[in-house]
Nanobody, 118 residues
Framework: VQLQASGGGLVQAGGSLRLSCAAS????????IAWFRQAPGKEREGVSC????????YYSDSVKGRFTISRDYAKNMVGLQMNNLKPEDTAVYYC????????????WGQGTQVTVSS
């Protein structure tokens, strides 16, 4: 059972990246998925999430209008499309999975580095 985040890289400001959160050993359909990020010297912050039951999405104010979270049911993955990236988006991005009605996240991915140059 594993959750793996991928898709990070180095991009110029204004560019785009797509992160993927892939599950192996369990079905993501039954889990809410969240993306977090942590920049050096800063606390981890929630970026976006999508619920398991009705697909409701949430975005932090800092990424609203620029990031889009979505599910790929066929691939058992959740993607995070990041457009118009800014240097302040630079961080390690993590995905986490929480089964419906669970009090905490059940699985965490290992993180993928996103670096946005100015």
């Amino acid at each position: 059972v594993q959750l793996q985040a991928s898709g990070g890289g180095l991009v110029q400001a204004g560019g785009s990246l797509r992160l993927s959160c892939a599950a192996s050993g369990f079905n993501l359909d039954y889990y809410g998925i969240a993306w977090f990020r942590q920049a050096p010297g800063k606390e981890r912050e929630g970026v976006s999430c999508i619920s398991s039951i009705n697909g409701i999405t949430y975005y932090s104010d800092s990424v609203k209008g620029r990031f889009t979270i979505s599910r790929d049911y066929a691939k058992n993955m959740v993607g995070l499309q990041m457009n118009n990236l800014k240097p302040e988006d630079t961080a390690v991005y993590y995905c986490a999975a929480r089964r419906a009605f669970s009090a905490s996240y059940n699985f965490w991915g290992q993180g993928t580095q996103v670096t946005v140059s100015s």
